[in-house]
Nanobody, 115 residues
């Protein structure tokens, strides 16, 4: 069982930066970690993945702007978001996926990019 708690969301102007954090309980190092987001009226979409081996994958719309990282010693995963755009506005969710396809989600944190 893994519990996830996101933080770091807020209101930022276009071109600004935010760093999201996800604190995890449980055997964190055994889970692939992801960030998803869901904008109003849209389906939830994958933003970035970091595997157990720290391999990273990004959706095309955030490549070069977002960076996912993990700190296994602190049971944390991060999403550094730079050059933010209004279309990045969404609720951002952290997800853990284990080797048995077990999945756990956080409650989400709101990111709003607006002038």
């Amino acid at each position: 069982q893994v519990q996830l708690v996101e933080s770091g969301g807020g209101l930022v102007q276009p071109g600004g930066s935010l760093r999201l954090s996800c604190a995890a309980s449980g055997l964190f190092k055994n889970y692939h970690m992801s960030w998803y987001r869901q904008a109003p009226g849209k389906e939830r979409e994958l933003v970035a993945v970091i595997t157990i081996a720290s391999t990273t994958v990004y959706t095309d719309s955030v490549k070069g702007r977002f960076t996912i990282s993990r700190d296994n010693a602190k049971n944390m995963v991060f999403l550094q978001m730079n050059s933010l755009k209004p279309e990045d506005t969404a609720v951002y969710y952290c997800k853990a996926r284990g080797s048995h396809a077990d999945e756990y989600w956080g409650q989400g944190t709101q990111v709003t990019v607006s002038s």
